[in-house]
């Protein structure tokens, strides 16, 4: 059973930086893509970045491209999710999603496994 746990949420002042880290198990190798999704209250569960495990192809929604930076460490299972220049609409919970597959999605309906999320709140 594949399970995904994130950690690393916190309390930040804008222009800091954050690291968010997702735990991924139970995951046979190959075609596998993990995601990270955000959602603010009284909004729908957005898309922020995605990483293909196998080649490490990435992508970003616009809101945080050239910004954050999503990566994948094989040794110890994890993919990050580096936040920098963070903003006060940054603020969400953020969570890691994971799904067999390399197809590109945006869409958290593709998404099987989901970890429990992390507070990121950025203050101005």
């Known amino acids: 059973q594949v399970q995904v746990v994130e950690s690393g949420g916190g309390l930040v002042q804008a222009g800091d930086s954050l690291r968010l880290s997702c735990a991924v198990s139970?995951?046979?190798?190959?075609?596998?893509?993990v995601a990270w999704f955000r959602q603010a209250p009284g909004k729908e569960r957005e898309f922020v970045a995605r990483?293909?495990?196998?080649?490490?192809?990435?992508a970003y929604d616009d809101s945080v491209k050239g910004r954050f930076t999503v990566s994948r460490d094989s040794a110890k299972n994890t993919v990050d999710l580096q936040m920098d220049s963070l903003k006060p609409q940054d603020t969400a919970v953020y969570y890691c999603?994971?799904?067999?597959?390399?197809?590109?999605?945006?869409?958290?309906?593709?998404?099987?496994?989901w970890g429990q999320g992390t507070q990121v709140t950025v203050s101005s």
């Open positions: 990483i293909v495990w196998a080649n490490q192809h990435a």
């Open positions: 999603a994971a799904k067999y597959g390399i197809a590109s999605s945006d869409n958290r309906h593709s998404y099987n496994y």
């Open positions: 139970g995951h046979t190798a190959g075609s596998f893509t």
